[in-house]
């Protein structure tokens, strides 16, 4: 692009991806408009993602609470405060909210907070406090988030069939919580609810729970889920929620019937793209989401779409790296795609779920030789000390060239463990690397140089 003034940058939706393209193309000497309608850092990100951590951090500490007791440590009240663990979490959002505004407003970021909609392929509106604010842009960029999704058979009335925005604010703990979804956000808030003291029933749609996920890794995270007391209810797709009084009954398709106080639906999330204009901007979605290239382009070659709209990947940490990249090459710098097969994604359940690289089972079916190697944790010292050996290190590398193509960790502190795991995906390192690295001993980390053997 040939411009005389700075590029006007034109972001709808100020979550990771719209954050963090507005600080690089401001970096990058760009005019940046920011406009965003509920909180900046993104609604699902800071009402949904954050918050939901948060209460993980407490499920955590109740676990290290009861795991204490095989150490000799007494702890007799393991009870939770919902009051003081909402004001948290509130409080945990609205600092990460309030640090970007400042980050981006020393940046030269113009923030609106409203509701953005393109009118055409170079204009848009911008709707704050009932007024129209028109705006002109060289380069756009949409990333609006998603929000839950709500089956037509069910009517999420907040306080007891609930959404996952709706279970940070709860007044008092639920006795009996049916959760219905058993993919990442299901089995992470069936961990929440069981360690605050909810009796929990998931319900599984397939045979296992994580149904796309290393087939090892449910069953080590379904037998944790049994020794705690969760009902798997397997097989089953819900079907209905009927009411009556202050009991819930699920309905699945097999004619089973589950009771409880609270219905929790975690079953993924919808893009949010209504009213932004879309089609004035000469952009049409397909199932939803905005289709872009490997750069995130749209149609459009000057707009561009990141996060949840784009159906690639919906994690915090992808969204943020887009709208890096989006940024930089709309300033005319060279980059690179995003390799997704690199990415690397935890679970936060207890033992936490960590994975980066190519998935076992896919380069297998392919025909793709590899080696595969595993390490279970109660073969590490650190880990028999802490009295936590559930989960294991799985490594896999290329026999060939010896290079290192992915990996898996179940266990404590696993997603913080794929780090290492990472850095050697995406640098291509070979196995021998791992090998001849002198771990700290006890370490949980020495176990990924023994999976290296």
């Known amino acids: 692009m040939n411009h005389q003034h700075p590029i006007r940058l034109l972001i709808i939706g100020g979550g990771p991806a719209g954050t963090q393209a507005a600080m690089t193309a401001a970096s990058l000497g760009a005019e940046v408009t920011l406009v965003e309608k509920e909180i900046v850092g993104g609604a699902a990100h800071l009402l949904d993602c954050i918050p939901s951590k948060t209460m993980v951090s407490s499920a955590v500490r109740i676990q290290a609470m009861r795991d204490a007791e095989n150490l000799g440590v007494q702890s007799a009240d393991r009870k939770v405060d919902l009051t003081v663990l909402a004001e948290k979490m509130d409080e945990i959002s609205r600092d990460i909210s309030e640090g970007l505004v400042d980050v981006l407003e020393s940046q030269g970021v113009r923030i609106i907070d409203g509701f953005g909609r393109f009118t055409g392929p170079h204009s848009a509106v911008a709707v704050a406090d009932g007024e129209e604010i028109p705006l002109e842009f060289d380069v756009g960029m949409v990333s609006t988030g998603s929000f839950p999704r709500v089956p037509e058979w069910a009517t999420v009335d907040g306080t007891m069939i609930l959404t996952t925005r709706d279970a940070y604010s709860l007044e008092a703990i639920p006795e009996q919580i049916i959760v219905i979804g058993s993919g990442v956000t299901g089995v992470e808030f069936v961990n929440i609810f069981e360690a605050l003291g909810s009796k929990v029933t998931l319900i599984v749609s397939r045979q296992q729970v994580l149904p796309h996920s290393d087939p090892e890794v449910a069953v080590v995270l379904e037998q944790n889920f049994i020794d705690r007391g969760v009902t798997l209810l397997k097989g089953a797709r819900a079907e209905n929620v009927s009411q009556d009084g202050e009991v819930l009954t699920v309905h699945v398709d097999d004619g089973r019937k589950v009771t409880g106080s609270h219905v929790l639906l975690a079953i993924g999330s919808v893009p949010l793209t209504e009213g932004v204009g879309l089609e004035a901007a000469g952009i049409e979605l397909d199932q939803g989401y905005v289709p872009v290239d490997e750069l995130n382009r749209t149609v459009v070659p000057h707009i561009y779409a990141a996060g949840d709209i784009c159906g690639k990947m919906p994690l915090s940490s992808v969204a943020s790296m887009q709208g890096r990249k989006i940024a930089m090459d709309a300033m005319g710098r060279g980059v690179t795609p995003i390799d997704y097969t690199k990415v690397a994604q935890a679970i936060f359940t207890l033992p936490e779920i960590a994975s980066v690289g190519l998935d076992e ?44 193509l992915g990996g898996t960790i179940v266990g404590q502190r696993a997603s913080e463990l794929i780090g290492m795991l990472a850095l050697a995906v995406q640098g291509r390192l070979h196995i021998d690397t791992l090998l001849e690295t002198i771990m700290v001993h006890p370490s949980l980390s020495e176990s990924l140089t023994e999976a290296a053997h």
Not at 367 to 385: E, L, W
């Open 361 to 404: 089972a896919i380069l297998a079916a392919a025909g793709r030789r590899i080696r595969s190697t595993k390490v279970p944790f109660a073969a590490n010292s650190r880990s028999v000390i802490q009295g936590n050996t559930a989960g294991f290190v799985k490594v896999i590398s290329d026999p060939a060239t010896n290079e290192v």
